[in-house]
């Protein structure tokens, strides 16, 4: 039987100091997507709820894929609705709830096309345990608004829900995860991800138009087509929700690759962050494998990865990119959205012209280049510049030092994220082979200082070395803030040895240890981590802040979608000339392969 009700489910016991809630006792923190049985997981385009626990316990906790946050509601009667956007056909509701191995939840799913009239579709109470709960209606039924209400669970009267779905009828087959059909020549790579809006690029071995079918959880029913016939391909996926799961599966002249996994950029207003950064990575050997094997690893790389230049040694060639960058990092870039920055070895070949040509990347600044931009992801303004430029390897038609520097003083002080973080390839304090690059200190610094930088990732010098908080030529003073400096160049060329004795302004430096950098952000609190391939933390640094309201609330971005270049664009008729290559090239181990030329070391 059927009940109908629209709203005695909606009224709340009046209590004037409801007891605290029990701890979470999760300690995931890292958004993962949801793990769900039985459930084809729809989007969620708003979420709302009868109160919460007034102490940042709101509904949205409980779409962000983190196990350690929820939404909480004091009183029987308490509850949480979901708005899919429209109606859609529902085949129940999946639902993991906190601290369910002990609170036994009696509760109601009830469904809803207009929003006013609900109807309930189950009633019962969960499982002893805290994983996502799929509930099956008895009947397909179509809906627009599913809402869960809580009447109580065997300890107290808190309604307290850690992630929240509906579920839509099965589309078919799930797609498979093994590519088949021919092989591509470059598997999927996730570029200028943003909240509403993703680039899949890939390679086909002849030309043809390829499309991407995507969606939201495990479904791929969405189809997005490439503009253009051709063999190079960036296929543009639009309509994303911010924070959200997607899946993807690329179709290209007979080969359909397995489906994949990513993760948009979070809504406004999101407090958390977890990203990894390395540079000097790019030469197909054995190092590089070793950092790659460990962050290849479920959850390991975070929610993205910034490259800190040396991307493809030794002349950041099409070939070099093509064997010693995507070969090796192909399964880490199909799910895992990659931020680049260029180094000195790119600039080799026509000041790295093929580096634009193989990523797309944002271009948010006059001049319309991916050389240097910047981009919001999370409570993190990420700001990449080309430090190559700077430092005199540009002609002015490319690039110039007064345009960048003037764009990145306008950028940086337009910005409102609570946290600044800007990388690029050539370090202002290092005590490595190639020292402190001065002229990007000297006019680069003060910027960086004024405007209230965190955070100055780089590479060249092949090592790990922190700083100190630095402030003009030293360290800060007791009692004012600094911008700290890593120098993280220990991404699989080979280490260098340390030319002298450890100065006064370094933290922690480490010449034996490749590795990636990995940071966390949790409201005021930036933890960094050097992590070697076996999983060792090497070095660890905190940095708080307080943060004034003004940062805390939501603000509203006018460039969720990341706007890139097209990209090079292929005659349909005729195969591009340097794409084709009769052997691969060797791995650069052995540390000549990989010195700087003599132009190219400051």
Same mark, same amino acid.
């Given at each position: ?32 997507? /949801? +793990? ?17 626990? &007034? ?20 009183? $029987? ?23 369910? *191995?002990?609170? %036994?939840?009696?509760? %109601? =799913? ?14 019962? @109470?969960?499982?002893?345990? *805290? ?16 809402? %869960? ?99 993807? +599966? ?8 397995? +489906? ?66 995507? $070969? ?62 700077? %430092? ?27 946290? $600044? ?13 190639? &020292? ?85 952000? @949790?409201?005021?609190? /930036?933890?960094?981590?050097? =992590? ?12 708080? $802040? *307080? ?56």
């Amino acid at each position: 039987m059927t009940l109908l009700c629209s709203a005695c489910e909606d009224s709340t016991p009046s209590v004037a100091s409801p007891p605290p809630e029990p701890p979470s006792q999760e300690i995931q923190d890292t958004p993962q997507p /949801l +793990v769900v049985t039985n459930c084809r997981v729809l989007t969620t385009a708003a979420v709302s709820a009868s109160g919460d626990d &007034g102490d940042g316990s709101v509904a949205a906790n409980t779409q962000d894929d983190i196990l350690s946050t929820r939404w909480s509601g004091w009183g $029987k009667g308490s509850w949480l609705r979901l708005d899919l956007g429209s109606a859609q056909q529902l085949t129940g509701a999946a639902i993991a709830w906190h601290l369910g *191995t002990v609170q %036994i939840n009696n509760f %109601i =799913i009830s469904t809803s096309e207009d929003g006013a009239s609900y109807t309930q579709v189950y009633a019962g @109470n969960n499982a002893p345990n *805290t994983a996502a709960q799929t509930y099956t209606f008895n009947a397909p039924r179509r809906a627009r608004y599913v809402r %869960i209400t809580v009447n109580g669970n065997v300890l107290n009267d808190w309604a307290s829900i850690t992630e929240a779905r509906a579920c839509g009828e099965q589309s078919g087959t799930p797609p498979s995860s093994v590519d088949s059909g021919p092989a591509l020549p470059r598997l999927p790579y996730l570029q200028s991800v943003g909240r509403t809006s993703a680039l899949v690029a890939f390679r086909t071995n002849v030309s043809c138009t390829p499309f991407v079918r995507f969606g939201p959880g495990t479904d791929v029913s969405r189809t997005a087509t490439a503009t253009a016939a051709g063999w190079r391909h960036a296929v543009r996926l639009d309509g994303l929700t911010p924070g959200q799961t997607y899946s993807y +599966v690329v179709e290209a002249c007979g080969s359909v690759t397995g +489906v994949r996994q990513f993760r948009t950029a979070p809504p406004a207003g999101t407090t958390g962050l977890r990203f990894t950064a390395m540079g000097d990575f790019g030469t197909g050997g054995s190092a590089q494998a070793r950092v790659l094997s460990l962050l290849s690893q479920p959850g390991r790389a975070g929610e993205l990865l910034l490259t800190l230049g040396d991307n493809a040694y030794h002349s950041g060639t099409e070939q070099e990119f093509q064997d010693r960058m995507f $070969k090796p990092m192909a399964a880490l870039l199909r799910q895992v959205p990659l931020f680049a920055s260029m180094g000195n070895h790119e600039y080799v070949t026509n000041q790295g012209q093929p580096y634009l040509d193989n990523f797309y990347l944002p271009a948010n600044n006059p001049a319309g280049t991916e050389r240097y931009y910047s981009f919001d992801w999370g409570p993190v303004h990420f700001v990449a510049l080309d430090s190559n430029c700077v %430092i005199g390897l540009a002609t002015p038609d490319r690039c110039t030092r007064a345009a960048q520097k003037s764009w990145l003083a306008a950028d940086l002080a337009a910005t409102r994220q609570p946290w $600044k973080v800007v990388f690029f390839h050539h370090p202002p304090w290092s005590s490595g082979d190639h &020292g402190s690059q001065l002229t990007m200190r000297r006019e680069f610094a003060p910027l960086f200082e004024q405007y209230g930088v965190d955070l100055v990732l780089t590479g060249h010098d092949h090592n790990y070395e922190r700083s100190r908080p630095m402030r003009g030529e030293g360290v800060a003073p007791s009692g004012t803030r600094g911008v700290i400096y890593v120098v993280v160049g220990s991404g699989g060329a080979n280490l260098k040895p340390f030319p002298s004795s450890q100065p006064s302004w370094t933290a922690y430096r480490n010449n034996t240890d490749a590795g990636h950098l990995e940071v966390a952000i @949790n409201g005021g609190t /930036l933890s960094g981590r050097f =992590i070697n391939p076996s999983g060792t933390v090497r070095d660890s640094f905190t940095v708080t $802040k *307080t943060l004034s309201a003004a940062v805390e609330r939501p603000v509203e971005d006018s460039a969720s979608v990341l706007e890139t270049p097209p990209g090079p664009a292929d005659d349909p008729a005729h195969a591009p000339a340097g794409l084709r290559f009769e052997t691969e090239l060797p791995p650069m181990d052995n540390p000549e392969a990989v010195v700087d030329g003599e132009k190219q070391a400051r």
